[in-house]
């Protein structure tokens, strides 16, 4: 049996001790399953998705685990050099991007650009759903921070994920505010990581989901 588990810093465990130390693998102890862990700090959903259809390509995993970024990150290529993108302004990239980057950062506050950036990430992520369910192949999403706040707030078509997507449309069923709930403070507020006991709790939450499957 083994896991595969992808997302970000957060399902990379960053400042909580690494992937040892993350949810993924105290799940995959409870299973007794064989631990894969394919985050990468400050990546786009685009890139978990690419990661995830790689590793199907020579894999099956027997449950799939994935915590989704924000939806404003990217993924640039340049050459055969690929840039996670975010909105912090101070991304290193080619010096041919950095005129292009510093208007995508004006442009992704705004509005319209967040919610275009969720529109896209929904039907990718819905897309990605739908692969795994025609592989037969069981899995769990959560989202880590941000949830489709632009469907909830102006009755936008829901997708009916069953009980593969822990309530992607409620912002207290994303990782970090369900643990902020729970009375759990960031081991890093500058990047909202939380530390190691915090993974163990949320592990303790997911486990149930994933019997399930």
């Known amino acids: 049996m083994n896991l595969y588990v992808n997302g970000d810093s ?3 465990g ?11 693998k105290h799940i995959a102890d409870w299973l007794s399953a064989e631990f894969v862990c394919d985050a990468v700090a400050g990546c786009s959903n685009d890139s978990i998705i690419s990661r995830t259809q790689a590793h199907l390509e020579n ?19 340049h050459g055969d050099i ?34 275009r ?18 592989k037969n192949i069981p899995h769990l999403f959560f989202n880590c921070y941000s949830h489709f706040y632009y469907v909830t707030t102006h009755n936008k078509p829901r997708y009916d994920w069953g009980d593969r997507y822990i309530d992607p449309y409620d912002r207290w069923s994303t990782y970090y505010f369900w643990l902020e709930r729970k009375g759990y403070t960031p081991a890093n507020p500058e990047f909202y990581h939380y530390g190691a006991d915090a993974h163990a709790a949320w592990a303790e939450f997911l486990l149930p989901h994933i019997k399930k499957l």
């Open 10 to 12: 957060h399902s990379a």
């Open 14 to 24: 960053h400042d909580a001790g690494g992937p040892l130390h993350s949810y993924g």
């Open 59 to 77: 894999n099956t995993p027997d449950y799939i685990i994935i915590g989704w970024s924000t939806w404003e990150r990217e993924t640039w290529r």
């Open 82 to 115: 690929s840039y996670n993108i975010t909105a912090s302004g101070t991304d290193t990239v080619h010096p041919e991007l950095r005129a292009q980057y510093k208007q995508w950062v004006v442009d992704s506050a705004t509005p319209e650009f967040q919610h």
């Open 117 to 134: 950036k969720e529109e896209e990430n929904h039907i990718k992520i819905w897309q990605l759903h739908q692969l795994l369910k025609s």
